[in-house]
């Protein structure tokens, strides 16, 4: 069975820093490019950022370049790691944040990249208050 946990959200002073962690287990996620989303309130889900399966290529939504900082773990007993630090954070960077897995590699665009995803987690509340 794959699931993906997030977990690492909370409140958060603007200027602070959190740091989110996906656990992936069901599949050899080691192949697979990992992403973060995010959904606000009354808003749509909006890609955060991506890791291919090396963990060498990056790709992030302009609003949070510099800021924010994906990554990924070897495995530990087949569970597979991805993480988002995130620092600098503004209140319009409260949502609740998806971790994801796509079984491609590293897709081109945004648009591309969201909807490939094949699995998603149910996600981590991130409150950043002013």
């Known amino acids: 069975q794959v699931q993906l946990v997030e977990s690492g959200g909370g409140l958060v002073q603007a200027g602070g820093s959190l740091r989110l962690s996906c656990a992936a287990s069901?599949?050899?996620?080691?192949?697979?490019?990992m992403g973060w989303f995010r959904q606000a309130p009354g808003k749509e889900r909006e890609f955060v950022a991506a890791?291919?399966?090396?963990?060498?290529?990056?790709?992030?939504?302009d609003s949070v370049k510099g800021r924010f900082t994906i990554s990924r773990d070897n495995p530990k007993n087949t569970v597979y790691l991805v993480y988002l630090q995130m620092n600098s954070l503004k209140p319009e960077d409260t949502a609740v944040y998806y971790c994801?897995?796509?079984?491609?590699?590293?897709?081109?665009?945004?648009?591309?990249?969201?909807?490939?995803?094949?699995?998603w987690g149910k996600g981590t509340l991130v409150t950043v208050s002013s």
């Open positions: 890791i291919d399966w090396t963990g060498t290529s990056t790709y992030y939504t």
């Open positions: 069901g599949r050899t996620f080691s192949s697979y490019t």
């Open positions: 994801a897995a796509d079984r491609s590699a590293l897709r081109p665009t945004i648009r591309t990249m969201t909807n490939g995803m094949d699995y």
